[in-house]
């Protein structure tokens, strides 16, 4: 049996950097990738065969733990009828519908594969409706790596944003303008400025891809006023808080309804699923009724719908399960902060419904600059620290928790006692004089 450390070797010779999305080769923490074999539950376990209570969830979209029965059901009974036709199914219909009676700012969606197609695919339609060049986007929001979304904010407070990635053009990201989050002011200046140049606003309701942020009071109201004021379109990113942190996502707990809304993860139930949807008048200008062209060979895929659709029915037919993640994350996070408090480690839990990030500061954490206050180097000690004692968590400060359906009391307690000992084993930093 190979040990991870020589999985990854071979992978590396064949696979560029080894890994198939960046964040998984552990460069943050400095650490070497665990290649798994198998997941059930909250639990999965590695090639070497040790097993870890997992936190990353496939990175969200595992709220009901690893291999639900319904969901492995579900997925071989759609394979076993062809995996694909690339012709409409009447299962892509039950799905689609029921996502839009969930969620106040969908009367249609179309699926696409993945997050990123659907967040490039939303920004198309809205510049193709408005007619207008220009986005609106926050620092430290991720929206998948699209061109014009791998875009940081330039040096000046108001200038366009510069590429967060080679490749990127200059003249791709100066559509791009990057705005600190939950900051309404600036984006009073950028709409006073450009407003008529403005497609759209994008931006995480509940931020998660610079650790949990949650937004100010307020905040969102605001930035979507400002954005219709000017006649550009409000967009919503859920594609990790759609059916995460309650039914029907942040919209739906935050009572905004966004005119376009960015759905994956939680929607796929595990499998390559994502969406986009909004209102009708905006939606029916996508091809073949409209000029805004979107295609996909595999969208709509019989057996990633098939997943999607079992794991919001069960979401749908058991709402206690959303309580129940809130008691369990609940737990979670008071048991954290209770272990560090004790250890006297300085950090901030940042938590919404199922979805958390300890970040190691005192905060509060409002922006990509607070989060970036953070002791990296502690939460990398932290990180292989819970990982030695059989916890996997998220291999960056920057990334948020899940706790899935399948997390039992006594895994978050003993989630809860590895932390203590993780914490008590963080020298103090030394003091500079
Ligand atoms: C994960 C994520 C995406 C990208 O989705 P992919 O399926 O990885 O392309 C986009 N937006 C948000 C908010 C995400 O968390």
Request: hydrophobic share 40%; aromatic share 8%.
């Amino acid at each position: 049996m190979a040990s991870n450390r020589e999985a990854f070797d071979e992978a590396r010779r064949y696979i560029a950097g080894g890994v198939n999305s960046p964040v998984r080769a552990f460069k943050a923490v400095g650490e070497t990738p665990l290649f798994f074999a198998s997941g059930y539950g909250c639990k999965i376990t590695d090639i070497e065969g040790r097993e870890y209570v997992d936190y990353v969830g496939s990175w969200g979209p595992h709220i009901l733990g690893h291999a639900p029965e319904a969901v492995v059901t579900a997925i071989t009974r759609a394979a076993k009828s062809s995996t694909s036709f690339g012709a409409p199914t009447v299962s892509e219909t039950t799905l689609a519908r029921m996502i839009c009676e969930a969620l106040p700012g969908c009367d249609r969606v179309r699926l696409t594969n993945s997050g990123t197609e659907a967040s490039m695919s939303a920004l198309r339609l809205a510049r193709g409706a408005t007619g207008r060049p220009k986005i609106v986007k926050f620092a430290g929001c991720y929206h998948g790596h699209v061109d014009s979304l791998l875009v940081s904010a330039g040096s000046g407070a108001l200038t366009f944003g510069s590429p967060d990635s080679a490749g990127v053009t200059a003249s791709v990201a100066a559509d791009t303008i990057v705005l600190p989050y939950n900051d309404v002011d600036h984006v009073e200046r950028a709409y006073a400025e450009w407003g008529d140049q403005i497609a759209a606003t994008i931006v995480e309701p509940i931020a998660g891809n610079m650790g949990v942020v949650m937004p100010v009071r307020g905040y969102l109201e605001s930035v979507a006023a400002i954005t219709r004021e000017s006649g550009a379109l409000f967009i919503m990113d859920e594609v990790m808080t759609g059916f995460r942190v309650a039914w029907g996502g942040a919209q739906r707990l935050l009572n905004i309804q966004p005119d376009l809304t960015v759905l994956g993860k939680v929607i796929g139930g595990g499998m390559p699923l994502a969406a986009f949807g909004g209102r009708a008048d905006l939606m029916d200008q996508l091809a073949p009724e409209g000029p805004v062209y979107q295609a996909g060979t595999l969208s709509g895929n019989p057996v990633a719908v098939s997943a999607g659709l079992a794991t919001l029915t069960q979401l749908r037919s058991h709402p206690q399960i959303y309580r129940r993640l809130e008691v369990l994350s609940a737990r979670l996070e008071l048991g954290l902060r209770k272990a560090a408090e004790r250890a006297g480690v300085k950090v901030y839990i940042a938590r919404c419904g199922s979805m958390l990030t300890v970040f190691f500061q005192a905060g509060p954490v409002h922006d990509l600059d607070g989060a970036r206050r953070s002791n990296t180097g502690q939460f990398s000690r932290f990180h292989a620290l819970m990982r030695e004692q059989g916890h996997y968590l998220p291999p960056s400060q920057f990334e948020a928790w899940f706790v899935s359906n399948a997390h039992t009391f006594r895994d978050i307690d003993a989630t809860i006692s590895a932390a203590e000992h993780a914490f008590a084993q963080l020298v103090p930093e030394p003091v500079a004089n």
